[in-house]
């Protein structure tokens, strides 16, 4: 089994503005670990990602986008295209956040466009999938964890599905202060990647990592990390603040394979 390097992505939502990414980067960029023993990604708001890309030059931090369209120009009022993300030297981009799916009518369909999308223009797609409270009490986790991990790589081959990062984050538990055991969290990303061998083979699927997300934060990380078929976390809140965003960056860097 390949060893897979832990990812602590920041998924900052709509907060900080550009001078706040700045002073952000400003305070941990000398205290994080070596980029070959965790790779640290901060997805900022659109406003912020060009200040975000200059502050961390030099830095072992890795830039992330939330969301693009799937064309590169058009009549598309409000939507950044993966052109304009490369012009900032984005690395990364997370495609189907719950919230987008659950605010903005996002499909599984448009989740795999942009998916296809990103590896057109050399982005790496951090895709989210997973259930919400209603799915889970009526047994359906694993039948909508099935039905967006495949929408999702569909058309991919194993060399793209390789490179992806997908983030299981069970809907119930973003922003609610609740989180999945990490005993739970396991399972369903083992189930995840399962399913990435049946469609993928099963070379390219150890090699996807999967993060767990959903009120991840310094006080529980350990005990998701732990867990072998976890490798790393998108966190939301607890990315905030330098101190804590920290912590959890250095937390998967001691991450045992």
């Known amino acids: 089994m390949p060893q897979r390097k832990p990812i602590i992505a920041a998924n900052w939502k709509m907060y900080k503005t550009a001078a706040e990414a700045e002073m952000f980067v400003k305070e941990v960029k000398e205290k994080l670990p070596a980029n070959d023993m965790v790779e640290s990604v901060i997805c900022a708001p659109f406003t912020a990602l060009p200040a975000l890309s200059r502050a961390v030059e030099g830095t072992p931090i890795r830039t992330g986008a939330q969301n693009m369209h799937w064309e590169t120009e058009g009549a598309f009022t409000g939507e950044i295209s993966p052109l304009m993300l490369k012009e900032w030297q984005i690395t990364y981009v997370v495609i189907g956040h719950s919230e987008r799916r659950q605010y903005f009518n996002e499909s599984d369909e448009m989740v795999n466009r942009k998916v296809h999308a990103a590896f057109q223009h050399?982005?790496?797609?951090?895709?989210?999938?997973?259930?919400?409270?209603?799915?889970?009490?009526?047994?359906?986790?694993?039948?909508?964890?099935?039905?967006?991990?495949?929408?999702?790589?569909?058309?991919?081959?194993?060399?793209?599905?390789?490179?992806?990062?997908?983030?299981?984050?069970?809907?119930?538990?973003?922003?609610?202060?609740?989180s999945s055991t990490p005993q739970d969290a396991a399972e369903q990303i083992g189930f995840i990647r399962s399913v990435l061998r049946e469609s993928v083979g099963a070379e390219a699927a150890e090699q996807v990592r999967i993060q767990y997300g959903g009120s991840v934060k310094p006080e529980n990380i350990d005990g998701f990390l732990n867990e072998t078929e976890i490798?790393?976390?998108?966190?939301?809140?607890?990315?905030?603040?330098?101190?804590?965003?920290?912590?959890?960056?250095?937390?998967?860097?001691?991450?045992?394979?």
């Not at 009526?138 to 060399?159: D, F, M, P, W, Y």
């Not at 607890?238 to 250095?250: D, G, T, Y």
């Open 122 to 178: 050399d982005l790496i797609p951090i895709v989210c999938v997973g259930e919400n409270l209603q799915e889970r009490e009526s047994g359906e986790t694993g039948a909508v964890i099935r039905r967006q991990t495949e929408a999702a790589i569909k058309g991919l081959n194993a060399h793209q599905c390789a490179r992806l990062v997908i983030a299981y984050e069970p809907i119930w538990a973003i922003g609610s202060g609740k």
């Open 231 to 257: 490798d790393g976390a998108l966190v939301g809140g607890a990315s905030l603040k330098a101190e804590s965003f920290l912590s959890l960056v250095k937390s998967a860097a001691t991450k045992e394979s």
